[in-house]
């Protein structure tokens, strides 16, 4: 496996980059931010990806993984529910080394955070099957079992009490409706409750920029399944984008 890869996290309304040192799963030097641009179109977001990969001197050697928020079914994106429609149907790594001239892997960013938290975060070494959940805009999933992604699991979108999760146990929503920690909780509740009696999983890991605020709403929740905050924070997507580069380049001829 290479030593060093460069993650991108493309989120609805930053996008964030770093070098990862696949030793140690750290971001070197320091994570960079940009806005999303709007619309956050690809090609908009590609142009933001290029002054990214040229402010962190990115050689056409090193790999680079992209992390996006929509299922990305060998490198295309079937649809997509937090950016710019113009994503649906596009052949992401083709397109962008089209435009840049690298190779990229492209991974959904619930998978990137899961590989993250697996590698180096709160599910190392956890056997069994592993649910990371990232809530944001919306409710990201990923899940691993004894280890190894099942890509695209698409769990933020089940069907529950007539509405798409998504949009009643998010964490956009709690601020939209400006809901209590107890009121989302429920919320909350009703979601993981009905996760873990179709995956009767060993561990669920919450991430999201409001996992880091776990302590409001975790203890609330009654479970069987352990129920942890990711470790790797707001690095998670960036992290695993540059996991999932580098496992392309080992397995790659
Ligand atoms: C998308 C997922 C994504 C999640 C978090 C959902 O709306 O369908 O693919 O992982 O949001 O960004």
């Given at each position: 496996?290479?030593?060093?890869?460069?993650?991108?996290?493309?989120?609805?309304?930053?996008?964030?980059?770093?070098?990862?040192?696949?030793?140690?799963?750290?971001?070197?030097?320091?994570?960079?931010?940009?806005?999303?641009?709007?619309?956050?179109?690809?090609?908009?977001?590609?142009?933001?990806?290029?002054?990214?990969?040229?402010?962190?001197?990115?050689?056409?050697?090193?790999?680079?993984?992209?992390?996006?928020?929509?299922?990305?079914?060998?490198?295309?994106?079937?649809?997509?529910?937090?950016?710019?429609?113009?994503?649906?149907?596009?052949?992401?790594?083709?397109?962008?080394?089209?435009?840049?001239?690298?190779?990229?892997?492209?991974?959904?960013?619930?998978?990137?955070?899961?590989?993250?938290?697996?590698?180096?975060?709160?599910?190392?070494?956890?056997?069994?099957?592993?649910?990371?959940t990232?809530l944001?805009?919306?409710i990201?999933?990923?899940?691993?079992?004894?280890?190894?992604?099942?890509?695209?699991?698409?769990?933020?979108?089940?069907?529950i009490?007539?509405?798409?999760a998504?949009?009643r146990a998010s964490a956009?929503q709690k601020?939209?409706?400006?809901l209590?920690w107890e009121q989302w909780a429920a919320r909350l509740q009703r979601y993981y409750s009905h996760v873990?009696?179709?995956?009767?999983?060993?561990?669920f890991?919450v991430?999201?920029?409001i996992s880091?605020?776990s302590?409001h709403f975790l203890?609330l929740l009654d479970l069987?399944?352990?129920i942890?905050?990711?470790?790797?924070?707001?690095?998670?997507?960036?992290?695993?984008?540059?996991?999932?580069?580098?496992?392309?380049?080992?397995?790659?001829?």
């Amino acid at each position: 496996m290479a030593d060093l890869a460069f993650g991108i996290d493309i989120g609805g309304s930053a996008i964030k980059a770093g070098r990862v040192d696949l030793g140690s799963g750290s971001v070197q030097t320091r994570l960079s931010h940009v806005a999303t641009p709007m619309p956050s179109t690809p090609e908009a977001i590609i142009a933001a990806m290029d002054r990214l990969l040229d402010l962190h001197g990115v050689s056409s050697t090193m790999p680079v993984g992209i992390s996006i928020p929509a299922p990305v079914v060998h490198g295309v994106v079937p649809s997509m529910a937090n950016l710019d429609q113009k994503w649906t149907g596009v052949d992401v790594p083709t397109l962008v080394e089209a435009r840049l001239g690298h190779p990229v892997t492209v991974v959904n960013d619930a998978d990137a955070a899961a590989l993250g938290e697996v590698g180096f975060g709160a599910a190392k070494g956890v056997a069994g099957t592993v649910i990371v959940t990232t809530l944001g805009t919306g409710i990201g999933s990923g899940v691993v079992v004894d280890g190894r992604l099942v890509p695209n699991v698409e769990l933020g979108h089940l069907e529950i009490d007539s509405f798409d999760a998504e949009t009643r146990a998010s964490a956009r929503q709690k601020n939209t409706e400006n809901l209590s920690w107890e009121q989302w909780a429920a919320r909350l509740q009703r979601y993981y409750s009905h996760v873990e009696k179709l995956f009767s999983p060993d561990l669920f890991v919450v991430g999201g920029a409001i996992s880091e605020q776990s302590a409001h709403f975790l203890p609330l929740l009654d479970l069987r399944t352990p129920i942890v905050p990711a470790v790797l924070r707001n690095r998670a997507g960036v992290i695993g984008a540059a996991l999932a580069a580098s496992l392309t380049a080992r397995t790659e001829p």
